[in-house]
């Protein structure tokens, strides 16, 4: 084996400009790959983290039949205590959850007293729902969270609202809601703060006591829209939701069908889509470098078959056996597959680095200050130096074939 | 016992439709340690002779026994393996491998062929180019061979993995004829001391007065009273 490494190396070597030129290619997309699955990575991880602590938590527990309806917020489809009470309790013995926070979520009339408009409404815990969206604190353009993220009696608006309304901190304001009986009741409340609209479907959001809630709807009893629910480990959300739906799965309606449904946050925003829109890009991106490898090394090989037929001849006439001959030709393809991947990995890596030290910044709706912090995780690296160097071997498998099948006899003839 | 022994030999080439004869019935036997030659013009059917005597081609009448083995009935595998075992090649253009050195291609067929542990590789590959008088030359790449050296480096390789038969099809055609004769003096020299069975082709009446038989062929048959003896 050693030796026939050896040879294939010198035959590499012994045609130095072809064998750099395509390293280089294979270098080239190694590079490109890797630096896109950072990029994306960090661009995608980043996103999701601003949706999820902004708005959405990492999962969501609600009542069966809300998320189909959520757009309406629907009051008929809230958590009955007895409910509210049994999620408590089995939240609570999750070492895996950071914080979770009840909500009550329902449309209101915004009124300025000369202008009204439609705005979305969520009756918070302030200290737990800071504690499950870490980012919502920070997204104050005007006014402060004070002694709580919000005070009784008081409110915080998008800023879209507040431009349009012409409303700033401080106004009083008036907010008329339906209740689950169907009468109509308002209250004034003061604006605290004005926030930046949140990424994804938060954009109309605003927040209020969630005892102002109650009081607003003429909701005597613990019933709840929803909980969101943040995990210590992200990366765990798919064995806390099994868990999730195991336990709660138990509680069950009238009809004896659950009478809970749990979600995680790609189920509850449009991002997942361009989140898919970016894997489905790497994968688009791997395509192009198995194509870029796969056509470099057959083309390489092919013609480093054609232009050694008589050496070929002479290896098989003294006796060299076919399959030795095929692993000359395929350890050829298999080094110069190892050297671009090997290469373009450490390129990618340095890279990588510099980008962690010297981050770009960059904006994305009204966050200009968001900042990219590419990262390769060991699998990614790894499944790519796997692909390409089997792919090397892959493309050097034909033309090693034709080599050791070669009659001996035509290939010594051969000029 | 003959070491090749050739009785009714026959090979035809197709070329589309036609069949084209290359060796008529030819009837033969080589003994061990002997330095035969195969003399004629081109197109005679040395090369075709020598081919199917080293296992590269198959013949389609007769039969042709090399160290008491068929060859006409091994397989592509099993030819190969018997060329590695028993049967030297060198070249009219030397073939040697370009990227490795004089030692490296005297060394190739005990690596890639055969097998031998390092020890036993080492101390054949120098007993043979002390042999041909290129260990002094060891290090060097074929390309800064002359044409004289890069042949006697071929007849070390052929005759290191101790095979019984070395088989030279025009082994001077591309050296100068005091090079060539010393080619020659060498391959017998090689066969006084390993015992060696030499068979070359050649065409020139010099280099085939070396063979101690000499087989003239024409139109691939052996000539009536084309046997000499040297």
């Given at each position: 084996?050693?030796n026939?490494?050896?040879?294939?190396?010198?035959?590499?070597?012994r045609?130095?400009?072809?064998?750099?030129?395509?390293?280089?290619?294979i270098t080239l997309?190694?590079?490109a790959v890797?630096?896109f699955?950072?990029?994306s990575?960090s661009?995608?991880?980043l996103?999701?983290?601003q949706i999820?602590d902004?708005m959405?938590g990492?999962l969501q527990?609600?009542?069966?039949?809300?998320?189909a309806?959520?757009?309406?917020l629907?009051?008929?489809?809230?958590?009955?205590?007895?409910?509210?009470k049994k999620?408590?309790?089995?939240l609570?013995q999750?070492?895996?959850?950071?914080a979770w926070?009840p909500?009550?979520?329902?449309?209101?009339?915004f009124s300025n007293?000369t202008?009204?408009?439609?705005?979305?409404l969520?009756?918070i815990?302030?200290?737990r729902?800071?504690?499950?969206?870490p980012?919502?604190?920070?997204?104050?353009?005007?006014g402060?969270?004070?002694?709580?993220l919000?005070?009784?009696?008081k409110l915080?608006?998008?800023?879209i609202?507040?431009?349009g309304?012409?409303?700033?901190v401080?106004?009083?304001v008036?907010l008329v809601?339906?209740?689950?009986?169907?009468?109509?009741n308002?209250q004034?409340?003061?604006?605290?703060?004005v926030?930046e609209s949140a990424?994804?479907?938060g954009?109309?959001?605003a927040?209020?006591?969630i005892?102002?809630?109650?009081?607003l709807?003429?909701l005597?009893?613990?019933?709840?829209?929803?909980y969101?629910?943040?995990?210590?480990?992200?990366?765990?959300?798919p064995?806390v939701?099994a868990e999730?739906d195991?336990t709660l799965?138990?509680?069950?309606n009238p009809?004896g069908?659950?009478?809970?449904?749990?979600?995680d946050w790609?189920?509850l925003?449009?991002?997942?889509?361009?989140?898919?829109?970016?894997?489905l890009l790497t994968l688009?991106?791997?395509?192009m470098?198995?194509?870029i490898?796969?056509?470099s090394?057959?083309?390489?090989?092919?013609?480093a078959v054609?232009e050694?037929?008589?050496?070929?001849?002479?290896?098989?006439?003294i006796?060299?056996p076919?399959?030795r001959?095929l692993?000359?030709f395929?350890?050829?393809?298999?080094?110069?597959?190892?050297?671009?991947?090997?290469i373009?990995t450490?390129i990618s890596?340095?890279?990588?680095g510099l980008?962690r030290?010297?981050?770009?910044?960059f904006?994305?709706?009204?966050q200009d200050s968001?900042q990219?912090?590419?990262?390769?995780?060991?699998?990614?690296?790894?499944f790519i130096?796997v692909?390409?160097t089997?792919i090397?071997?892959l493309?050097?498998?034909?033309?090693?074939?034709?080599a050791?099948?070669m009659?001996?006899?035509?290939?010594?003839?051969s000029? | 016992m003959?070491?090749?022994?050739a009785?009714?030999?026959?090979?035809?080439y197709?070329?589309?439709e036609?069949?084209?004869?290359?060796i008529?019935?030819a009837?033969f036997?080589?003994e061990?340690a002997s330095?035969?030659?195969f003399?004629?013009?081109s197109?005679?059917?040395?090369?075709?002779?020598?081919n199917?005597i080293?296992?590269?081609d198959?013949?389609?009448?007769g039969?042709?026994?090399?160290?008491?083995?068929?060859?006409g009935?091994?397989?592509?595998?099993q030819?190969?393996?018997?060329r590695?075992?028993?049967i030297?090649?060198?070249?009219?253009d030397?073939?040697?491998?370009?990227?490795?050195?004089?030692?490296?291609?005297?060394?190739y067929?005990?690596v890639?062929?055969?097998?031998?542990?390092?020890?036993?590789r080492?101390?054949?590959v120098?007993?043979?180019?002390?042999?041909v008088?290129?260990?002094?030359q060891a290090d060097?790449?074929?390309?800064?061979l002359s044409?004289?050296?890069?042949?006697?480096?071929?007849?070390?390789r052929?005759l290191?993995?101790?095979?019984?038969?070395?088989?030279a099809?025009?082994p001077?055609?591309n050296?100068?004829h005091a090079?060539?004769?010393?080619?020659?003096?060498l391959?017998?020299?090689m066969?006084d001391?390993f015992?060696?069975?030499f068979?070359f082709?050649?065409?020139?009446?010099?280099?085939m007065?070396s063979a101690?038989l000499?087989?003239?062929?024409?139109d691939?048959r052996i000539?009536?009273?084309?046997?000499h003896?040297?």
């Amino acid at each position: 084996m050693v030796n026939v490494l050896k040879l294939a190396t010198r035959n590499l070597l012994r045609y130095h400009r072809r064998t750099t030129l395509t390293a280089s290619l294979i270098t080239l997309g190694i590079v490109a790959v890797l630096m896109f699955v950072a990029l994306s990575g960090s661009f995608k991880a980043l996103m999701i983290g601003q949706i999820t602590d902004s708005m959405l938590g990492h999962l969501q527990i609600h009542r069966k039949g809300y998320v189909a309806s959520i757009d309406n917020l629907p009051l008929n489809l809230l958590m009955k205590p007895a409910a509210v009470k049994k999620i408590e309790e089995q939240l609570q013995q999750m070492p895996q959850l950071t914080a979770w926070s009840p909500r009550i979520k329902f449309s209101a009339m915004f009124s300025n007293f000369t202008e009204t408009t439609g705005i979305r409404l969520n009756g918070i815990d302030p200290i737990r729902e800071a504690a499950t969206c870490p980012l919502l604190p920070g997204r104050f353009i005007d006014g402060s969270a004070g002694n709580g993220l919000v005070e009784q009696g008081k409110l915080l608006i998008p800023d879209i609202i507040a431009k349009g309304m012409k409303v700033k901190v401080g106004d009083t304001v008036v907010l008329v809601a339906t209740n689950q009986d169907g009468s109509v009741n308002g209250q004034t409340f003061v604006v605290q703060g004005v926030l930046e609209s949140a990424t994804g479907p938060g954009g109309r959001d605003a927040y209020l006591h969630i005892d102002d809630a109650r009081s607003l709807l003429r909701l005597e009893d613990a019933s709840l829209s929803e909980y969101a629910v943040r995990l210590k480990d992200p990366a765990q959300l798919p064995q806390v939701m099994a868990e999730l739906d195991a336990t709660l799965g138990q509680i069950v309606n009238p009809q004896g069908q659950p009478a809970l449904e749990v979600h995680d946050w790609k189920k509850l925003t449009p991002f997942t889509a361009i989140a898919n829109m970016i894997d489905l890009l790497t994968l688009f991106i791997k395509v192009m470098l198995v194509a870029i490898v796969l056509i470099s090394i057959l083309n390489v090989m092919i013609m480093a078959v054609y232009e050694r037929m008589r050496e070929i001849g002479t290896l098989a006439a003294i006796g060299t056996p076919p399959r030795r001959i095929l692993g000359l030709f395929v350890a050829e393809g298999l080094l110069l597959g190892l050297t671009g991947t090997v290469i373009g990995t450490l390129i990618s890596l340095g890279a990588v680095g510099l980008l962690r030290a010297y981050p770009v910044s960059f904006a994305f709706g009204r966050q200009d200050s968001l900042q990219l912090v590419p990262s390769l995780a060991a699998g990614d690296v790894l499944f790519i130096g796997v692909l390409v160097t089997a792919i090397a071997v892959l493309a050097s498998l034909q033309p090693a074939w034709k080599a050791a099948r070669m009659d001996p006899i035509t290939a010594l003839r051969s000029v | 016992m003959s070491l090749v022994q050739a009785v009714g030999l026959e090979k035809n080439y197709r070329v589309g439709e036609v069949t084209v004869p290359a060796i008529r019935g030819a009837d033969f036997t080589i003994e061990p340690a002997s330095f035969v030659s195969f003399v004629g013009p081109s197109g005679s059917g040395k090369s075709t002779l020598l081919n199917m005597i080293g296992c590269l081609d198959r013949p389609t009448g007769g039969s042709l026994k090399v160290l008491n083995t068929d060859v006409g009935t091994l397989d592509r595998k099993q030819a190969a393996a018997f060329r590695g075992a028993h049967i030297g090649f060198v070249f009219q253009d030397f073939n040697l491998v370009p990227v490795l050195s004089v030692y490296e291609n005297v060394e190739y067929p005990l690596v890639m062929v055969q097998n031998w542990p390092a020890a036993q590789r080492r101390a054949r590959v120098l007993e043979l180019l002390e042999a041909v008088g290129m260990s002094d030359q060891a290090d060097k790449r074929p390309d800064q061979l002359s044409g004289g050296q890069k042949q006697r480096v071929a007849v070390a390789r052929a005759l290191v993995t101790r095979a019984k038969l070395v088989l030279a099809d025009e082994p001077t055609a591309n050296l100068d004829h005091a090079t060539a004769y010393r080619v020659i003096e060498l391959m017998k020299k090689m066969r006084d001391e390993f015992g060696t069975t030499f068979l070359f082709s050649t065409h020139d009446p010099k280099i085939m007065e070396s063979a101690e038989l000499i087989y003239a062929l024409e139109d691939g048959r052996i000539v009536p009273g084309g046997v000499h003896h040297g």
